[in-house]
């Protein structure tokens, strides 16, 4: 039976905790955590869906990061630096340029009585906005590790992730799912279940080298060009389900049973089984909401089909970003050449096992 990391359904405790010595931080910390694909499921894990029948996904990280950095400063200001989008803010500035990373720092101070404490929160995503990959959260992930270990502070993977969530959803008030934040902090291939009493299950996938590389010899990943909100998306997935149209939910229902096929397919190494459930799951999530899929989406699909592609899905809540597509080994390259005649790019993607993880320099 796989390892099982269970978070109870109950809300992170806030914790007082002192306040840290000189003697216990380190000058600079740095941190990465990994952007994930979504593999199935994708949907079930966000409310009320998941509240009401439980959720059900599937993911994996990939050699694509998100990355912190922390610095002592000793003139009492607190900056914050997106630096791949050329964006820096003070944190009392009279408008909120980065509210993540200001959300961050406010709740750790809060929480752990930090005392505001100076520093510079530089961070850089290896996936642009709205790319599907789960950036956002992997930014927090990244942020809260790097802050983990430059103040020692007591947090668990499992409080990171769920932390993570609760920054984005109740802090920032940002529309998504639960599955982005404890894919970052664990890594690796993983079932997550969602149950409806709010605890969530990670059961990590134990695969065997052999399956990981045929995977990542069949996988080709394409990235639109399309920079696209998920709130609109999920605001929509969310209304139907509140409102209890039927067609919608059975879609969703369907999207948790390819996550259980998804599973026991990659554990017997049938991928076969494994274009099948990608196919049968993004038919499924076409149906949750408009805007999922796109002309220019249908276009890239077109193509990719009629050059030996056996599947494709859109990763993320749809609309843009990357799709994810398979294919029989020898028949990639024909099909890198076909996608890169199109608006947008091919890019390498290897799938990679370690989660968040930060680390001091001297």
Known sequence: MPIQYVVPARPLATTTFPA???????????????????????GTDVSPFC??????VVNATIDKYCYATIQERND??????????????????SITLLPL?????????????????????????????????????????SALEAFREYFALPLSKYDIATLSH?????????????????????GGFNTMDF???????????????????????????????????????????????????????SATLRLKDE??????????????????????????????????TTPRIEQAFELALSHGALAGKVSGAGGGGYIMFVVEPHRRPALTAALSAL????EPAHFVQEGATAWRLT
């Open 166 to 186: 609760s920054i984005e959803r109740i802090d920032c008030n940002l529309t998504g799912g639960r599955q982005d934040q404890y894919a970052a902090t664990f």
């Open 20 to 42: 840290t010595s000189a003697s216990s931080t380190a000058r600079v910390v740095r941190s990465r955590a990994p952007l994930r694909l979504g593999l199935a499921g994708g």
């Open 343 to 346: 608006d947008g790019r091919v």
């Open 51 to 56: 509240d009401q029948f439980g959720g059900l």
């Open 76 to 93: 009492g200001e607190v900056h914050f630096i997106a630096a791949d989008r050329g964006i820096t803010q003070q944190l009392h500035d």
């Open 195 to 249: 149950a409806t009493s709010g605890a969530v299950i990670v059961n990590p996938l134990r695969l065997t080298p052999a399956v990981i590389h045929e995977f990542e010899a069949s996988l080709v990943l394409f990235y639109t060009g399309i920079e696209r909100s998920s709130a609109q998306i999920i605001d929509e997935q969310t209304t139907h389900i509140t409102h209890n149209h039927l067609d919608r939910i």
């Open 101 to 141: 990373h200001t959300a961050i720092y406010r709740r750790l101070c809060n929480d752990y009585d930090l005392r505001s404490p100076s520093l510079t929160l530089t961070t850089i995503a290896e996936a642009p906005p709205g790319s599907g990959l789960g950036s956002s959260s992997t930014l927090v992930v």
């Open 259 to 292: 996550a259980a096929a998804m599973k026991e397919a990659l554990l017997s190494g049938d991928f076969h089984k494994v274009a099948e459930v990608i196919r049968a799951g993004w038919e499924a999530k076409r149906q949750l909401a408009d805007g999922i």
